[in-house]
């Protein structure tokens, strides 16, 4: 269900009426609940069990690393196998549980039916780690259960055929007569191999629950539904922004307010995402598409032209949703954190990654980053740590080389700017402009590997934009107009004018304009691309 | 992840209870309830008045023989206009699929043309048909089109061509693509062959429920080749790789305020037309239907629904069954036609409309199984103007 569709309409004016008609009751919560794994549904009813099962595993874990001790006492493995007595009875019942369960899975893994084996091997490995975890008492297994079970979830569905491909391309190319199977072949009862909507979203929201817990970030939530609501809170289930449990979860310890702004808010948000997505994303995508579908008919000109269109079309796509998601939020009364903050305005590339995607982006300094050791090394351990983060950043976006490569790019980038940019003479003496320009323009590069279909189109259009003629791009001046429009916008946001556009007559003349705009010319359209990572 | 856990920190105090404030966002479109509803009551003033200014502005010259142009079949806005224009009660509209509108003929060899011949008048019969028109969206043009209407002489044309396979009736499983898809009904009853989104579905609705939405498609429709002005920007033109030639195009400019006419001199259509020739130097010869019995056709229920919404309205309804071009159906194949065609008859003899079945008309009149020639059209007017019943109704 998209946010700028009828259907979500008609889902919103049965899920916002009957939350607030119960909200003196206990059901609100579980109404949310129900409604997001609705909405969720809505795309693929089977592939919900997904979200279920990482939820519920990731709270029974968190439950049970609340039953070990915080002090880690040494003890010897062969100790522990020859002494199974237990300090607490949850542990027990979890060792013993867990243990049936393996034996059970292993058992239908080895004798059950042929498709169900490999996937039934794995569960069954999984399952007996969760023993291990009980009988060691070790609140680091159970985290590594998280970590492994949400990244297997998220490298099956997203990785896998990626990596296959890749291997039997390696084993090919040596000549070894062996071919790995398609992931598919590994569905269990014939479920089609898809891309989960919004897998890489779910999975790390409530995989930063399991480390903020282990790290005492945060308190164990003891309310399966409230903790099922903040994994899957339909406004940003699909595509972010990525939550914090410390920032979301206390959001859903009571009903939130009923305010008159939350509503105004809400409607003024959404109603700037939904002109982002269909009167601008929409637009440019046709422009875009055109000229990256056939690189090879188009001249210099219009290449670069098509890579700069995507690079709003992709903000205005993205931070549209974002701004629908925070606004249907608002609505109900929740606040979701800022996700975009005019990137194009960047005056560095370390800006540039503080102010797009910032959920995603703190979310790999918090968890990728700084575990590596952040900026507390030496120089190349920092610039190693750097690199590695935007290569993993890359990987998140996509099984293709090209996600590989533009995150390697980002990463480079921000290698060899990281010391200029801290310079005086970049501070002070570079115009605020040519330093928004060279980071747009250097965001543009990149963004060519983003959106190229396979690594050699990307190269292609590299080495085009370098070799080929130029031609009329034949860009339509209305997209130009309306691109020119908006960075207009932004920039007087930015600057000292800003007041004029707070004016009441200017708020109330840009939301009558867009909204005429909408009907006008909008000509609906297809999902968002941030719904494929 | 080697580091010692520490004991559980304090979760802020402002985060514990509540919704945390977060910076609203990074643009001023931030409207409180008083600027909404200015904006709102703006809205609703520009969409309630803009369809209805249009009206009065747009230059829009029918006359006799006028026919909704081929191009804009899908303008339900214009035809709705075109409605409201024909404001004299004693006029009769002609309503039914591309039989009334003339799929091979010129608009002054149309049957209501010859029927206006025949009563010596130049337009007391209006050439109500819509080109790729069926019973089902029939249904939808009367509904949210046609409200004009109301207390009116109505000839309606019933078209057994839809029932001649489950798949011209629309009663098949597997997806189809048909004309007029958002007038037939969404949702209920369900038509199994339209496979469209739910979001289709609904826009259908809305549009049809909202003027202005079907201004907006008027506007698109009669201006920028059906197309949303930002599709037409970028049009694409002939050659590799293609040119686009409306991309330094003002779209405003394309707004002429005048709606567009039929060509003149129609070369696919009309009496020097290649297509205008009879059925059998077509190429095509006697064939077997796969007719539906009216029990489960689908088309026969959504000309039902027609039927029932024009004498809600209070309507005076003369049905006109055909003319079918028997002379196609193979011999062995009459029966169960036959059999259709006394039933159809017989069920709105039963609900006390009067109705016409004209005998068929000479083969070589034909141009396929349903549409007649210039010369079919003549006869078949002539033939109903003679008709006992016919003059009855329009006597009455």
Redesign the interface.
């Known amino acids: 269900m998209?946010f700028h569709?009828?259907?979500f309409l008609?889902f919103l004016l049965i899920v916002v009426p009957v939350f607030f008609a119960l909200r003196n009751t206990r059901l609100w919560l579980p109404w949310l609940t129900i409604a997001s794994y609705f909405f969720y549904g809505w795309w693929n009813p089977y592939y919900l069990s997904l979200v279920v099962y990482s939820t519920v595993l990731d709270f029974c874990l968190v439950a049970l690393m609340d039953h070990c001790p915080?002090?880690?006492e040494k003890l010897s493995f062969w100790a522990r196998l020859s002494r199974p007595r237990f300090a607490d009875p949850v542990l027990k019942l979890a060792f013993l549980g867990s243990l049936g369960l393996a034996v059970c899975i292993l058992a239908l893994a080895f004798f059950g039916p042929r498709t169900l084996r490999p996937a039934m091997g794995l569960l069954g490995a999984l399952v007996l780690l969760m023993a291990a975890g009980a009988l060691y008492s070790s609140?680091?297994i159970w985290?590594?259960i998280s970590l492994i079970n949400n990244l297997a979830l998220l490298v099956f569905f997203k990785y896998a055929r990626f990596l296959v491909e890749n291997v039997n391309s390696l084993l090919a190319w040596l000549h070894v007569p062996f071919k790995a199977s398609d992931p598919s072949s590994l569905m269990p009862f014939g479920f089609q191999y898809l891309l989960p909507v919004g897998i890489s979203f779910f999975t790390f929201q409530s995989l930063s629950y399991t480390?903020d817990?282990?790290?005492?970030?945060?308190?164990r939530e003891r309310n399966f539904l409230r903790f099922a609501t903040f994994v899957c809170f339909f406004p940003q289930l699909m595509a972010g922004p990525i939550e914090r449990a410390?920032?979301l979860l206390?959001?859903f310890?009571?009903f939130?307010?009923i305010r008159?702004?939350n509503?105004?808010?809400g409607?003024?948000?959404f109603?700037?995402g939904l002109f982002k997505k269909l009167?601008l994303a929409?637009?440019l995508s046709?422009?875009v598409e055109?000229v990256y579908d056939?690189p090879r008919?188009?001249g210099a000109s219009s290449l670069i032209v098509a890579t700069v269109a995507f690079a709003w079309q992709i903000f205005f796509d993205f931070s549209g949703y974002t701004?629908m998601a925070?606004g249907v939020a608002k609505l109900l009364?929740?606040?979701?954190?800022?996700n975009?903050?005019?990137p194009y305005l960047a005056t560095g590339l370390s800006e540039f990654w503080g102010r797009w995607h910032i959920s995603l982006s703190s979310w790999f300094r918090d968890y990728v980053y700084i575990?590596l050791g952040g900026n507390r090394g030496r120089l190349w351990q920092t610039y190693r740590n750097l690199f590695i983060t935007f290569f993993i950043s890359g990987i998140w976006h996509g099984a293709n080389w090209t996600f590989v490569i533009w995150g390697a790019l980002h990463g480079l980038g921000v290698l060899l700017t990281r010391e200029l940019e801290r310079s005086t003479f970049y501070v002070e003496r570079v115009p605020r402009l040519v330093k928004q320009a060279g980071v747009f323009l250097f965001v543009c590069f990149t963004w060519i590997f983003f959106r190229a279909e396979s690594l050699s189109d990307a190269l292609l259009i590299v080495r085009r934009i370098f070799t080929a003629a130029w031609s009329d791009p034949?860009?339509?001046?209305?997209?130009v107009g309306v691109v020119a429009l908006v960075w207009f916008?932004?920039m007087l946001?930015e600057s000292r004018f800003?007041e004029l556009?707070?004016a009441?007559v200017?708020?109330?003349g840009?939301?009558?304009f867009m909204?005429?705009y909408l009907?006008?010319?909008?000509?609906?359209g297809g999902a968002f691309i941030y719904f494929q990572f | 992840m080697s580091a010692p856990a520490p004991a559980p920190t304090a979760i802020p105090p402002a985060a514990s209870v509540g919704s945390p404030e977060v910076p609203f966002g990074v643009n001023e479109m931030r409207l409180n309830g008083r600027q909404w509803l200015i904006a709102l009551s703006i809205i609703a003033c520009l969409t309630w008045l803009t369809p209805r200014f249009w009206e009065k502005c747009e230059e829009f010259s029918t006359g006799p023989d006028y026919r909704i142009p081929y191009d804009l079949s899908k303008d339900y806005w214009l035809y709705a206009r075109r409605l409201r224009q024909e404001r004299d009660p004693a006029k009769i509209l002609l309503l039914g699929d591309s039989v009334v509108w003339g799929e091979y003929v010129l608009p002054d060899g149309t049957l209501s043309h010859f029927l206006n011949q025949q009563a010596g008048t130049a337009d007391r019969f209006i050439n109500g048909g819509l080109n790729g028109l069926f019973p089902l969206a029939e249904e939808g043009l009367v509904n949210y089109y046609s409200r004009e209407l109301r207390h009116r002489k109505v000839l309606l044309e019933c078209n057994v061509l839809w029932m001649t396979s489950p798949k011209a009736d629309l009663s098949t499983d597997k997806e189809e693509q048909f004309n007029h898809s958002r007038l037939i009904p969404q949702f209920f009853p369900k038509i199994p062959c339209y496979k469209a989104a739910a979001n289709e579905r609904l826009s259908a609705i809305i549009e049809n429920h909202f003027d202005f939405f079907a201004w907006i498609g008027h506007v698109q429709n009669d201006y920028f080749g059906q197309r949303s002005i930002l599709n037409w920007t970028l049009e694409e033109g002939e050659g590799y790789p293609p040119r686009y030639p409306n991309v330094y195009k003002n779209p405003i400019s394309q707004i002429t305020c005048r709606v567009p006419s039929a060509p003149v001199d129609d070369p696919q259509r009309g009496p020097r037309s290649p297509r205008h020739r009879p059925w059998s130097e077509a190429g095509q010869g006697p064939t077997r239907f796969d007719w539906v019995p009216l029990e489960s056709s689908l088309q026969w229920r959504g000309f039902q629904s027609v039927l029932k919404i024009l004498r809600e309205r209070g309507n005076d309804v003369l049905v006109v069954l055909g003319p079918f071009n028997e002379h196609m159906i193979a011999e062995d194949n009459r029966a169960p036609y036959r059999q259709l065609h006394d039933g159809i008859l017989s069920r709105l003899r039963q609900n006390g409309i009067p109705s016409i079945a004209p005998e068929p008309l000479p083969s070589e009149l034909y141009a396929d199984a349903s549409h007649p020639l210039t010369k079919g059209y003549e006869l078949l007017a002539r033939k109903l103007y003679a008709d006992e019943t016919f003059q009855r109704w329009l006597t009455r």
Do not use: E
Not at chain 1, 519 to 524: N, Y
């Open positions: 998209l569709t009828w259907p008609i915080r002090t880690t609140r680091r985290l590594l480390i817990f282990y790290f005492g970030k945060v308190y410390r920032h206390p959001q310890n009571q939130p307010p008159l702004q509503f105004t808010d409607a003024s948000l109603l700037v009167a929409n637009y046709f422009y055109r056939s008919a188009y701004d925070r009364g929740f606040n979701l954190i800022l975009f903050n005019n575990p034949q860009v339509p001046l209305l997209m916008y932004q946001y800003r556009l707070a009441g200017v708020r109330v840009v939301a009558v909204v005429l009907c006008l010319c909008s000509s609906g």
